[in-house]
């Protein structure tokens, strides 16, 4: 008769309560980091760079700091072909799509529905290709979520230009993109630090490519401006913020982790009044509530067998 496991080799409840609470904070902490993008681009843009310029900033030194994550870590037995799908997913590519967008559509557009795109879809593809059914707590933040996206940005997508819808559609495209990004890294059974790695690792070809076509752009004339985006844009959202939201969706699930990007426009309207002075309607700080209410409750209700259940990825990221 087999041994039965020793008890140390069991998760114990409240151990993995305590590690489920902090990938929460580390989830909740990237949309920190990531929300502060609106507030830095706006600044960016204001102050002689484009939009070009940005993706370019954030491309270049997020791929090089992720590359030095990638030399120390390795691929791990991930092959070069689903590397560079992940890099298509969430890397330049991912990058141009939002910035192509921003052409058509406000960034209040933005802000609203590339999160909504992710919250609409990883749960969907999750059920599709992971064969995993969202939980009761993710299908009722999920209406929670929705009913908060609506309030604080649903008067704006009402407004923008005849061609607003161009930059919608691609809006939710990119919002698909990083709820698929998700899904495949869970699906490959990638750690998040190394999916991370691989997508900015991949995404340096483009720099070249961007500097032998668009060229330096308006970067040599402000130099000062250029590097506090490098910092903000390539170091801080798009190295640490993609490491943490990766790792968060590897131990969490893509339908779980969807309930992180809808956080992002709560945020990013927290952060316009802050530090850029715009005006919050009753109706956006409710909604505000709404999205972390949401999040809360599709993060935490848990049935009891899930909370049971070991989550293997949970190791492997």
Same mark, same amino acid.
């Given at each position: ?129 992971l064969r995993q059914a969202p939980e ?52 490959? $059974? ?34 000062? $401006? ?51 002075? $715009? ?35 949970? $190791?492997?990221?």
């Open positions: 008769m087999p041994a039965a496991s020793p008890a140390c080799c069991q998760p114990m409840p409240d151990q993995q309560t305590r590690a489920d609470r902090r990938t929460i904070a580390a989830g909740v902490l990237a949309m920190v980091l990531f929300s502060g993008n609106f507030a830095s681009s706006r600044h960016g843009l204001a102050h002689g760079l484009s939009v070009a310029d940005l993706v370019l900033l954030r491309s270049g030194t997020a791929g090089l700091l992720l590359a030095a994550v990638l030399w120390r870590i390795g691929l791990g037995g991930l092959s070069l072909r689903r590397g560079a799908v992940l890099a298509l997913l969430a890397g330049a590519p991912y990058f141009l799509l939002t910035a192509a967008a921003l052409q058509f559509a406000p960034a209040t557009h933005a802000a609203v529905l590339n999160p909504g795109g992710t919250m609409l879809f990883a749960p969907l593809l999750g059920w599709w290709v009761i707590g993710v299908k009722v933040g999920l209406l929670i979520l929705g009913a908060g996206l609506l309030l604080i940005g649903g008067a704006s997508l009402m407004q923008g230009g005849s061609r607003a819808w161009i930059g919608d559609l691609l809006l939710l495209a990119s919002g698909f993109t990083w709820a698929l990004y998700g899904v495949l890294m869970r699906r490959w $059974e990638v750690p998040g630090a190394r999916a991370a790695a691989v997508a900015g690792a991949l995404s340096l070809p483009w720099v070249p490519v961007h500097l032998l076509v668009f060229g330096a752009g308006g970067i040599p004339a402000h130099p000062a $401006e250029a590097a506090v985006q490098a910092l903000y844009q390539g170091v801080i959202a798009g190295g640490i913020a993609v490491i943490l939201y990766s790792r968060a969706v590897a131990l969490l699930g893509p339908a779980r982790g969807a309930l992180l990007p809808p956080l992002v426009p709560a945020l990013g309207v927290f952060w316009a009044w802050l530090l850029l002075g $715009e005006a919050v309607t009753p109706a956006q700080v409710a909604g505000m509530v709404l999205v972390v209410a949401g999040m809360l409750c599709g993060a935490l209700w848990r049935g009891p067998a899930v909370r049971r259940r070991t989550d293997t990825a949970r $190791e492997a990221a």
